[in-house]
């Protein structure tokens, strides 16, 4: 079967730095996604990897190892407003999305 | 019209009923999808359409319907409600299936 998984809920403080961790099991592989979703609204796409390495996006980086089935998401100088879940979700052999069920980031001053 | 949007915002519906979830885009995208989001659990592709008048099942098709008669326009409808329906719908299109997600706000829907 196919898996994603993150972990559920994550607590960090303003300023700092956190880091999401995503691994995965999935037939085929064409690309990882990062999104945020505030509680209440629609998923945000925040980043996209196909390949190993790291991409970086002002205050968010994404990673991807595609021998490890892994990714994360770094967020740095966390403000109050990045209080939200953000979802891991791997595109796969079929172009379809698999998705992760969230990890729900509380910040706190 | 900027993006993507969907109705009812919500709704309250007895078990039984038919009921049809609107979404329209005026992006151009070619291709569209629709989710049920439920608390725990991933975001799951009900039913996703390539391109006009093309659709194809998702990972949870049973007691969904759709239909793509144009590229704005992707409803979905639920022939006889059940409680298990009960979940946040949102609908999503891409450029095509090579792109990211873009969705709508999201439709809430009881079914009691």
């Known amino acids: 079967g196919q898996n994603i998984d993150q972990p559920t809920e994550m607590t960090a403080t303003e300023g700092a730095i956190v880091q999401i961790n995503c691994t995965y099991q999935?037939?085929?592989?064409?690309?990882l996604f990062w999104y945020q979703q505030h509680a209440g609204e629609a998923p945000t796409f925040l980043s996209y990897?196909?390949l190993d390495g790291l991409e970086e996006k002002g205050r968010f980086s994404s990673f991807l190892s595609r021998s490890k089935g892994y990714s994360y998401l770094l967020l740095k100088e966390l403000q109050m407003k990045d209080s939200a879940s953000y979802l891991c979700?791997?595109?796969?052999?079929?172009?379809?999305?698999?998705w992760g069920a969230g990890t729900k980031l509380i910040i706190k001053p | 019209i900027a993006g993507i949007t969907q109705a009812p915002t919500s709704q309250i519906l007895a078990a039984g009923r038919r009921m049809t979830l609107r979404c329209t885009q005026d992006?151009?995208?070619?291709?569209m999808y629709w989710y049920r989001q439920d608390l725990g659990l991933g975001l799951r592709l009900i039913h996703y359409s390539n391109t006009a008048g093309t659709t194809g099942k998702g990972e949870v098709p049973d007691g969904y319907s759709v239909s793509r008669a144009n590229t704005d326009d992707f409803p979905l409808t639920l022939a006889s409600a059940v409680p298990s329906q009960t979940s946040v719908y949102f609908c999503?299109?891409?450029?095509?299936?090579?792109?990211?997600?873009?969705f709508g706000p999201g439709t809430r829907l009881t079914v009691l």
């Open positions: 979700a791997v595109r796969d052999r079929d172009y379809q999305l698999i």
């Open positions: 999935t037939s085929g592989f064409n690309g």
């Open positions: 992006m151009r995208h070619n291709a």
């Open positions: 999503a299109s891409s450029p095509s299936g090579r792109n990211e997600q873009f």
């Open positions: 990897n196909v």
